[in-house]
Nanobody, 125 residues
Framework: QVQLVESGGGLVQAGGSLRLSCAAS????????MGWFRQAPGKERDFVAA????????YYADSVKGRFTISRDNAKNTLYLQMNSLKPEDTAVYYC??????????????????WGQGTQVTVSS
């Protein structure tokens, strides 16, 4: 089992940047592929980005491609999401999640076993 804690959310103006972190504890972090998801008020939770166990492959939602970058530091047991050129439509609670296999779609919520509590990102226009 792994415990996940997100941080780094906040209020930022459109065009600004934020970096989210997800600290993992418990089982070996490198044994999990990781993802970021977000949920806006009244909407379903959506895929944002994912990364394989080794960090060798990344996946992005079309809406964030070219603006967001997912990365991980297995030595620090931490996952990151660098968010640039933020837009008001990026406003949501952002969650990190872990899955224990390096296959599948990476964007399907059902593939992920463990979830953090979320961190709020608000982008003002």
């Amino acid at each position: 089992q792994v415990q996940l804690v997100e941080s780094g959310g906040g209020l930022v103006q459109a065009g600004g940047s934020l970096r989210l972190s997800c600290a993992a504890s418990g089982r070996t972090f490198s044994m999990y592929a990781m993802g970021w998801f977000r949920q806006a008020p009244g909407k379903e939770r959506d895929f944002v980005a994912a990364m394989t166990m080794s960090g060798g492959r990344t996946y992005y939602a079309d809406s964030v491609k070219g603006r967001f970058t997912i990365s991980r530091d297995n030595a620090k047991n931490t996952l990151y999401l660098q968010m640039n050129s933020l837009k008001p439509e990026d406003t949501a609670v952002y969650y990190c999640a872990a899955k224990n296999f390096d296959s599948g779609t990476y964007y399907r919520i059902s593939e992920y076993l463990y979830w953090g509590q979320g961190t709020q990102v608000t982008v003002s226009s």
